[in-house]
């Protein structure tokens, strides 16, 4: 099998990998009490992948590098592209095409990712409520277009111009009978559910 073509299987096999670990993360975290006997048998299974993710990465480079020794790179760009790049570097008067071509991603993330954030809103909650949440890890708000509250973690937290947002689409509704359904981050389990439905039930 050629390097080349050895690369690119290796990278395909390992995108499999990391997606199917991050399911598994996913699921045991927010579908398995951390005590059971089945979370610590997909735990000790995911571990396994990594390991195996750890032997296709070291393999892909392996590669990559072979490539590189053995090959050279060729990057075509058709003429009418070039021409607007010069435009485009022209009218935002960067120094280089480099320049150029990064100031166009940067509003390619904000129209593709940042559009689609959710600003964090104060909600109103009883005091009693607030100063219970204050010893803990949870955090709560209210978003637009949400009907729900919005409890998150402070990781799940994104800043842009001094803004808070959260990314709502990881996030997940969840409930318990008589209670309020709330819209959850993945980050928290289901251990982390019952504490802050335990949070709230002390709060009423």
């Known amino acids: ?5 050895k690369a690119e299987i290796l990278e395909i096999k390992l995108e499999i990998l990391k997606d199917t670990i991050n399911e598994l993360e996913n699921f045991i975290y ?28 070291r393999e892909l480079n392996t590669s990559k590098t072979f490539n590189s020794e053995n090959s050279i790179s060729v990057i075509k760009i058709k ?36 559009d689609r954030l959710n600003k964090i809103n104060e909600c109103i909650i009883s005091v009693k ?6 010893k803990s890890f949870f ?22 111009n001094n803004i808070k947002y959260l990314d709502l689409r990881k996030f997940k509704l969840f409930k318990k009978s008589n209670s309020e359904e709330y819209l959850f981050s993945s980050r928290f389990n289901l251990d982390d559910l019952d504490e802050f439905y335990n949070i709230i039930n002390r709060s009423l």
């Open 139 to 160: 955090y709560i708000c209210e978003c637009e277009n949400i009907d729900n509250k919005v409890i998150y973690f402070i990781d799940d937290i994104i800043i842009k």
């Open 129 to 134: 409520l607030e100063k219970n949440l204050n």
């Open 1 to 5: 099998m050629q390097e080349i073509y």
């Open 30 to 57: 927010s579908k398995i009490h951390k005590n059971s006997n089945s979370y610590k048998k997909l735990k000790l299974y995911i571990n396994t992948l990594i390991q195996e993710e750890f032997i296709y990465q």
């Open 79 to 114: 003429t009418d592209i070039l021409n607007s790049l010069f435009e485009i570097k022209k009218d935002f008067s960067c120094r280089t095409i480099s320049e150029t071509l990064e100031l166009l991603s940067e509003f390619y993330i904000d129209d593709r990712y940042y």
